[in-house]
T-cell receptor, first 115, second 115 residues
Framework: NAGVMQNPRHLVRRRGQEARLRCSPMKGHSHVYWYRQLPEEGLKFMVYLQKENIIDESGMPKERFSAEFPKEGPSILRIQQVVRGDSAAYFC?????????????FGDGTRLSIL | AQTVTQSQPEMSVQEAETVTLSCTYDTSESDYYLFWYKQPPSRQMILVIRQEAYKQQNATENRFSVNFQKAAKSFSLKISDSQLGDAAMYFCAYRRRGSGYALNFGKGTSLLVTP
């Protein structure tokens, strides 16, 4: 049973370009969470999605960032017009349901570097 | 809002010895979950141990145990018989009980294990 798959593992972009980060949840998991980890910091919540729905995006910057989790395919975190401050590790986690009793399983993260 | 505080940026322990990592949190909720995650240099997020706030008994997983003091809002992690492979960043996290709440992480403690 494959775990949470994130790709790419490393992504390099120049300022102003777009970054697309993908997350395939564990089989049978329909809840996806995205977190961002800045250097020397803990993970910060960005957005919580279920299939075809954004449930909570309170941690996501209002501009340039968007997320989706379509009926088919992986969840995508999209960052438009990237800036240096977007450099971070982005983690995806999935769970079979939304209840806190069900632990979140994390992917290995995508390390985004902005030149 | 809930906050999680890890007051020890770095800790060091000798192999085979015991070390305790501190974590305090702030919440007005009475029912919630607490977690310790390990992040080795590979940057995976690995769940070490979980505690449900309504359970008085401290959780234990092999060499890892917690000291959960609900009134003091304290949740420390004890690692017994430390091994070189325990070297990593350790993050304490809080999650509110109920559907769809994200994890709220502390800033982490870097654990060094010396031979």
């Amino acid at each position: 049973n494959a775990g949470v798959m994130q790709n790419p593992r490393h992504l390099v972009r120049r300022r102003g370009q777009e970054a697309r980060l993908r997350c395939s949840p564990m089989k049978g998991h329909s809840h996806v969470y995205w977190y961002r980890q800045l250097p020397e910091e803990g993970l910060k919540f960005m957005v919580y999605l279920q299939k075809e729905n954004i449930i909570d995006e309170s941690g996501m910057p209002k501009e340039r960032f968007s997320a989706e989790f379509p009926k088919e395919g992986p969840s995508i975190l999209r960052i438009q017009q990237v800036v240096r401050g977007d450099s971070a590790a982005y983690f995806c986690a999935s769970s079979p349901g939304g209840d806190g009793n069900q632990p979140q399983h994390f992917g290995d993260g995508t390390r985004l570097s902005i030149l | 809002a809930q906050t999680v505080t890890q007051s020890q940026p770095e800790m060091s322990v000798q192999e085979a010895e015991t070390v305790t990592l501190s974590c305090t949190y702030d919440t007005s909720e009475s029912d919630y979950y607490l977690f310790w995650y390990k992040q080795p240099p590979s940057r995976q997020m690995i769940l070490v141990i979980r505690q449900e706030a309504y359970k008085q008994q401290n959780a234990t997983e092999n060499r890892f145990s917690v000291n959960f003091q609900k009134a003091a809002k304290s949740f420390s992690l004890k690692i017994s018989d430390s091994q070189l492979g325990d070297a990593a960043m350790y993050f304490c996290a809080y999650r509110r009980r109920g559907s769809g709440y994200a994890l709220n992480f502390g800033k982490g403690t870097s654990l060094l294990v010396t031979p």
